[in-house]
Each structure stands twice: as structure tokens, then as C-alpha cells.
């Protein structure tokens, strides 16, 4: 369900109200929910990444642990104070696992982002209910982050903070959205996004997951397989797609595209549009689906659109992480991230042009992983292969 944004900024007053009456205020979060919140909230439990990285960037000293393991590379982008949180590690999906840590943290209040329905939130009611702890949900679109980082700052009593990250959120986005109304539509690449350590899942049109790389305004070559969250794909399938550039959210995926014969002949290894996402501490493209994904804007505007993109990616990342994450990233720690990235320190990339094709799904041909279709394009130009192929439709004159 929608958040009403009425509803948010009334919330907002009630909490300032009650702040300053020291009662509770009344929230209504994305599910449409009444809950009472504390108007002084201390202790916060998180109950998945996304609410992690929400609180953890507004207020740290409020969190009570991280709802998921991190890694050491992930530990290493953190300041050591916060890196060293307990792991709660409860599932909100496993709702008496969920009560017995609310019961044994204690937490003032609980957080869930994500996206809502009526069965996430009768689950949210049924934990409060039973441990007496508020439970809010909220959504995790993107085109909500301005706004959830104002509202949960206002929440935390941390409203200076929720209001400088959300103005930073907002000329991401906000600039994004203003380079795409100058890029041509048939400069926007066909993209394929590879999650795990195979690159054989992927997100369909409007997930979580696709969320950053759709803000962007390119050709995800999956929506074709239609609406959904993740999706188990082939190789033949991404061979048929034919991406002019392919984004690898594992590092063994990565290494597998530039290194196997498995994947020679795809336009985006002949032409090397290979790139790592960076994920420490946080993923910019999803791993969680949260604030996160802001410095992913950045990345993936000079990654598509390097003739509109005229800043210092590093200079905005360095900025960002220490915005948002507190830390100071060393050259080290910064090469790290951006390089594998596609972040080049000379000169803009050259901009791989290719057409904006119709939305009918296109039947995948009977053909092997490293077969070259008849009269297929040429590698590097990206695409569905050439029109009117052999199991392949011709693109309409005049694509929607």
C-alpha cells in the first residue's frame, strides 16, 4: 500500500508535539497502521538490512545490533564501534523467533523497511501484540528515501541529520532524473544485472533489486520475463538478450565473465562492459534494497551517461561515505571499490549506442551459449540480435 504523504507529514507534527508534552505520538507507517511511538526513542531493534543501514546512518548509538552477519570486507567500511555490533539475527518472517529477541533486547521501538502487503503487516501487529513493543513499517522505494530519512530522523530526535541525508538523496535523484531528460532514448544500453556467485539470478521488471539500475533509465534486458522480484535465468537467455553491458554483483561472476570461454562472444565481454558493483559496506544497487543505493545513482549515471556526467566519481563517493557511513575511505579502500567499478581516471567513457526496442518478449532461439546467430549483429553494438533473424521478430518501426 501507498504511504500517503499527508499522513507523513502530519506524523511528523504529532511527534514534535508529543516531544514536547512527553507522550507517546501517533504514527501511521507504510502499511497504514496506527502505532504509538515513544517520544523519546534510545534503543532501536532492526529486523532486516535495509532498516540496518536506515538507522544505522541516522543514528548508530540507537542501534542495537545488525539484524544479518556482516563480513570482514564489510566490517573494515565501518567505524569499529558500530562494526562490532552484536548480530541479532532474527528473521521478521519467523515471527517467534522475532518476539523472543524483541522480549530479550528490549528494544523502545522496532523497524522493518521493505515493501508492505497485508500479510507483512498482520505479522507486524501479531509481534507487537505480543511483546508490547511498537513496530513500524516502512517502504523501501527509492523514491521514498528523501522522505523516510526525514521522517525516522524526526522519530529518533535526530532531525538536523534525517534532513541534511535527505537533501543529499534528493540531489541524487533529482539529478539523475535531470540527465536523463537530455540523453537520447537510443542511447540507453541494454543492461544485464547478475546476482550470486554464477550471475544466473537476476530482478525483473519493478524489483527491489532493479530499482537503482531502473531509476536510471536503461534497458533491463530480464524485464522481458515480465513483474516480479528475482528470477533464475539461463545463459542462453542472457546470450539471446545480448547485453551491451552487464553489471556482476558477485566477484566470482565478475572474474567468470573476463576470464571463462563460457562468456566469450557476449557483447558486453568483447566490448569489456563488465563491472563489479561495489558492496562494502553496503551494496549500491541492492544488498539491502536501502539508503545505500543513493551513491549507486552517482556510479551508475557516469557508467550509462558519461557525456552528462562531469564530476569526480571518487569525490562524490569519499563524500558519501563519510556523509552517511562516518568513515574516511583510504586510497586503498577507495581504489577498491571504484576500479572494479569502471571508475577510470582519464578521460569519459566512449557511449555504446543501441535502439530502444519494442516490449514484446522476444522467444529465445534454439541455439547454444557460443553460437552466433544468422546475420546477428556484430559484437559490441548490444541487443536482440538482428531483426527479422531466425526466431526473432523485426522491432516495429516506431517501439513504445
Known amino acids: 500500500m501507498p504511504q500517503r504523504s499527508p499522513a507523513i507529514w502530519m506524523t511528523i507534527l504529532l511527534m514534535m508535539l508529543a516531544a514536547k508534552s512527553g507522550q507517546a505520538a501517533g504514527f501511521v507507517d507504510a502499511a497504514e497502521r496506527y502505532v504509538e511511538v515513544p517520544d ?12 540496518d543501514v536506515l538507522v544505522f546512518v541516522l543514528a548508530p548509538e540507537k542501534l542495537l545490533g545488525w539484524s544479518a552477519g556482516l563480513s570482514r570486507e564489510q566490517r573494515a567500511y565501518l567505524p569499529a564501534k558500530f562494526a562490532r555490533l552484536p548480530i541479532l539475527g532474527s528473521s521478521p518472517t519467523n515471527t517467534a523467533e522475532m518476539v523472543q529477541t524483541v522480549a530479550r533486547v528490549r528494544p523502545d521501538l522496532v523497524i522493518e523497511a521493505g515493501p508492505v502487503s497485508p500479510e507483512v ?3 507486524a501487529d501479531q509481534i507487537q501484540q505480543q511483546t508490547g513493543v511498537p513496530y513500524i513499517l516502512l517502504d523501501s522505494d527509492i523514491q521514498a528515501t528523501p522522505r523516510t530519512l526525514r521522517t525516522v530522523g524526526a522519530m529518533l530526535g535526530v532531525v538536523e541529520r534525517g534532513n541534511d541525508l535527505a537533501n543529499y538523496a534528493d540531489n541524487a535523484i533529482d539529478a539523475l532524473r535531470g540527465r536523463l531528460l537530455i540523453a537520447p532514448a537510443d542511447e540507453r544500453p541494454l543492461v544485464y544485472y547478475g546476482r550470486g556467485p554464477d550471475g544466473l539470478e537476476t530482478g525483473l521488471a519493478g ?6 539500475i531502473d531509476q536510471a533509465g536503461v534497458i533491463n534486458v530480464a524485464a522481458r520475463l515480465g513483474r516480479g522480484e528475482l528470477k533464475w535465468v539461463t545463459r542462453d537467455e ?7 553491458i552487464v553489471i556482476a554483483q558477485k566477484r566470482s561472476f565478475y572474474l567468470a565473465l573476463q576470464r571463462s570461454t563460457t562468456w566469450r562472444g557476449l557483447s558486453a565481454v568483447a566490448n569489456k562492459r563488465v563491472y563489479l558493483a561495489p558492496g562494502n559496506p553496503f551494496g549500491w544497487i541492492d544488498d539491502p534494497p536501502g539508503v545505500n543505493r543513493i551513491i549507486g545513482l552517482y556510479w551508475l549515471t557516469a557508467l550509462f551517461y558519461p557525456d552528462q556526467y562531469q564530476e569526480d566519481l571518487r569525490s562524490n563517493v569519499r563524500e558519501f561515505y563519510e556523509k552517511f557511513y562516518r568513515v574516511k575511505l583510504s586510497d586503498r579502500q577507495l581504489e577498491a571499490l571504484v576500479r572494479p567499478a569502471g571508475a577510470r581516471s582519464g578521460g569519459p567513457q566512449q557511449m555504446i549506442g543501441v535502439p530502444l526496442l519494442g516490449a514484446e518478449p522476444v522467444p529465445l532461439p534454439n541455439a547454444t551459449p557460443n553460437a552466433t546467430l544468422p546475420n546477428a549483429r556484430p559484437p559490441g553494438r548490444g541487443g536482440f540480435g538482428n531483426p527479422g533473424s531466425p526466431g526473432l521478430p523485426a522491432i516495429p518501426s516506431n517501439p513504445q
Not at 238 to 244: D, G, K, L, V
Open 238 to 244: 542472457i546470450f539471446a538478450w545480448n547485453p551491451a
Open 121 to 123: 503487516a498482520a505479522r
Open 40 to 51: 523519546r526513542v534510545g534503543r532501536v531493534m532492526t529486523a532486516n538490512p535495509a532498516a
Open 207 to 212: 524489483s527491489q533489486a532493479m530499482a537503482a
